[in-house]
């Protein structure tokens, strides 16, 4: 098809004797200098040649477009009707035969420049776009940490962009010592992939992805089941004829880092029309599939660099955080070693605190119905609860696995005095025994016996009932009122030492220890204990945290605060207190109630460690809602922390 010259003239009009010369020079692209691209370009291209009759009056039948030059014969100045983007040429009244065939050259050559421009400036506005959408592509695939997600997102874009139906893409990596080729992830718009099973592959040149692996070279092939003649690799036709589909045109190219190093293979396939959005098949392939050109292989290509940039970030950032993962295991393992009774008291708080941030992310109504956390602050959550009480290691060992109220060597101090006033009465029944004989002889000796025997005794029996009520009071249990004053007692009593000396049984100090409430440790214990919060914030205040994870230590240091400013260490209420370390501090508790039995305390089976979560919420202390939320979606169960009777 030819660019056409539209005749429109009236009788008035002498079209008569142009005619031959028109028809002699006749209008073809042949004959219009070096048009030939004009049968490329745009074969719709006229020249319109008017009379001014039709000029003046007959404005309705003239279309005029980009693709449409005007020769008016006989104007002596332009219309000024005409729109701005027709093509006026003047030519003078009555003009030669060769003037308006010049004329009208000119006309469609004017018309070829300018659809070339057209056409360059339309390339140049989708290479600019495409560019645009490749750099946007890049600074999102920058800011992905979840490698699935990093790689789902590139083998997505690069479909997207070059309007790919399918597409797979592959990751070197090594197995058994030697380099194979990972099957990452596979995306089909036509078919179904989603029992797609990540699988490793031997690098040869016999598969499309092996062979650029290999050779590092771009493979844009038209037809998929009809290669060079001589081409390594062949096509694995399993999947189309399993599937009704056919694979026609791909690209395959190499992901290459920084260093020129093949790191991944992106393989594209069957690039659709434009606008064509229906699923393909074998039937349809054939007229809906076109072959990749030279500027998508470009694109692909800068795409494809900048995803391996990214991949590589990715896995060195993995990397990273793995290393610093058992970084804080190995920590926290350490710490829990110092006091064998709480083992694996972080892991199960950092299950119970994440678990419940989940919980509270999801629900849509209540006091935190709008709350949200991001993948990020999961993991802040998370580090903050498995380090919450790495400040122990600032704490002195003995005050750490204390288990009685009084220091083992303190009650064996206790043991011995008791041990020697019972000797000490035990040789005193003796030597009265033996005073007795001296001065009475065998004269009523039995009966003096059996006496001092019997006083003996009863000494004994009180001493014994006094160390067992002493041992008793050492342990970490509630005492009533009265069995303090009995201690008072106790501490008044004295005995003469291997000197002579008066001394002290139970001495005040002992006897202040043995009657501690609650718990086991006094005052200044109790204060040394709770410094570890002051010691983990010092501590993992000194880490240089990055920016999604620079709350750990602040989240940490609030655990052990109650909403009424009766916790510690700074005595923060409700609204200085981060949500975060309120499920902390809901989390915590709950373990130390239900972990097994400890030295101290006796483990309680959940139901009644809900019942004393609910009292200290009614207290207080602890947050309604989100002790609510940890009972109502039994977040213990979820995490895996639940004790039974």
Known sequence: M??????????????????EALTRESIDSRRLGSLDQLRIADPALRVVL????????????????????????????????????????????????????????????FLYQKQRADHLEKQLGERTRELRQVAEVGAALSTVRDHSVLLTMILSKARELSRADAGSLYLLDEAGGRKVLRWKLAQNDSIDVEDFEERVLPITKKSLAGYVALTAETLVIDDAYNLPPGAEYEINRSFDEKNGYLTKSLLVFPMTNHAGEIIGVLQLINRRTAGMNARLNAQNVPDSVVPFDDDTADIMRALASQAAVAVENNLLYEAIERLFEGFVTAAVTAIEQRDPTTSGHSFRVADLTVELARVVDRIDDGQYREVRFTSDQIREIRYASLLHDFGKVGVREQVLVKEKKLYP???????????????????????????????HGRDGFDDFS??????????????????????QSNEPTVLPEGDFNYLQQLAT???????????????PEEARILSIRKGNLDAAERVEIESHVTHTFNF?????????????????????????????????????????????????????????????????????????????????????????VFIEAKVYERAGVLRTA
């Not at 030819?2 to 009009?13: M, R």
């Not at 004994?460 to 041992?471: E, G, Y």
């Open 493 to 507: 009593l004295d005995f003469a030492d291997i000197r002579g000396e008066r001394r002290r049984l139970l001495d």
């Open 2 to 19: 030819t660019p056409s010259l539209t005749l429109l003239h009236s009788d008035s009009f002498p079209i008569g004797r142009y005619a």
């Open 540 to 628: 993992l205040q000194k880490i240089p945290w990055t920016r999604d994870l620079a709350s750990v230590a602040e989240i940490a240091y609030a655990h052990h605060e109650k909403l009424n400013g009766r916790g510690y260490p700074r005595k923060l209420t409700s609204t200085s207190i981060p949500i975060q370390s309120r499920m902390m501090t809901v989390s915590d508790i709950y373990d130390a109630l239900t972990a097994s039995d400890r030295p101290y305390k006796r483990a309680v089976p959940t139901e009644r460690a809900l019942d004393i979560l609910r009292m200290e919420m009614n207290d207080g202390l602890l947050d309604p809602a989100i002790v609510g």
């Open 450 to 471: 059996a006496r001092a025997d019997a006083e003996l005794e009863a000494e004994l029996a009180r001493l014994r009932k006094d160390f067992a009520f002493i041992s």
């Open 50 to 109: 008017v009379d001014p009759a039709i000029l003046d009056g007959g404005r309705e039948t003239l279309t005029l477009d980009t693709r449409t030059a005007v020769v008016g014969v006989g104007l002596d100045e332009q219309p000024h009707w005409l729109a701005q983007e027709s093509i006026y040429l003047h030519v003078p009244k009555d003009p030669a035969a060769a003037v308006l065939l010049s004329a009208i050259k000119r006309a469609f050559q």
């Open 409 to 439: 060597q303190q009650i064996e101090i206790v043991r011995g005095r008791f041990e020697f006033v019972m000797k000490a009465a035990e040789n005193e029944a003796n030597r009265r025994k033996l005073e007795y004989l001296l001065q």
